[in-house]
């Protein structure tokens, strides 16, 4: 059974890739202890696993903040997973792996698209994260799997910042051709997984900060 730190994680966890905090907010451990009727060590506790999972970072006399979106970021963690996704997919290729899990997870996604009432932005992160999970088990590697885990929430949650330009039915067409992709094999394969992270999710972040800035620029901050 989970303890009370692993459980105020698993509360703020929830409400970070809903997109609940916006970047900028510091979470006060006094308001955090009142909320959960716990002691303040508690707390500090979960919201460490928080900055293990890379959703909040340790600021000096401001402790959890929500941090913002930088060029530098997009790039670390989208490199991260280049090097991760595609070596693994090469793995997997290379030893003529079942890909059908990856189609079974398009199919989950193609699901939500399709339901009524429409989908949380939570659920359609965690099946998208879910397709690219299974593309990254299909090398059969238990290290590579861990190593994805690692950053699987912070690419969860900066999807959460190009929410106005995606929906389900977009997502689940551009899953399909991708699995179709995967399925076909060999160079086919690879360029359509770094079309999918470059293209379909850095290049979209990227946009998304230029917004971001070009809309403080004009309000004056």
């Not at 959703?55 to 006399?61: C, D, Q, S, T």
């Not at 997997?92 to 339901?115: I, M």
């Not at 879910?130 to 994805?148: D, P, Q």
Request: net charge neutral.
């Amino acid at each position: 059974m989970a303890g009370m730190p692993e459980r105020i994680a698993a509360a703020l966890r929830g409400e970070l890739l809903d997109g609940a905090h916006p970047v900028g907010t510091r979470f006060r451990e006094e308001e955090l202890a009142e909320r959960f009727d716990v002691g303040r060590h508690t707390i500090r506790a979960g919201l460490r696993l928080l900055v293990e999972r890379g959703l909040v970072v340790h600021e000096r006399h401001r402790g959890a903040v929500v941090a913002a979106l930088s060029r530098q970021r997009i790039d670390e963690i989208f490199d991260y997973r280049k090097v991760l996704e595609l070596g693994a997919l090469r793995m997997a290729l290379a030893a003529g792996a079942d890909l059908r899990p990856v189609l079974a997870e398009v199919e989950r996604l193609e699901a939500l698209a399709g339901r009524q009432p429409r989908p949380s932005w939570r659920e359609l992160t965690g099946v998208h994260s879910a397709i690219h999970r299974a593309i990254v088990a299909a090398a059969g590697n238990r290290r590579l799997l861990e190593s994805y885990r690692y950053c699987e929430d912070e690419v969860r949650l900066l999807l959460t910042f190009v929410r106005p330009d995606f929906d389900a039915a977009r997502l689940a067409v551009a899953h399909r051709e991708l699995v179709e992709r995967l399925q076909q094999g060999g160079d086919a394969a690879v360029a359509a997984l770094t079309a999918d992270i470059d293209q379909g999710g850095r290049a979209a972040l990227l946009t998304a900060l230029q917004r971001a800035e070009e809309s403080a620029r004009r309000l004056g901050h």
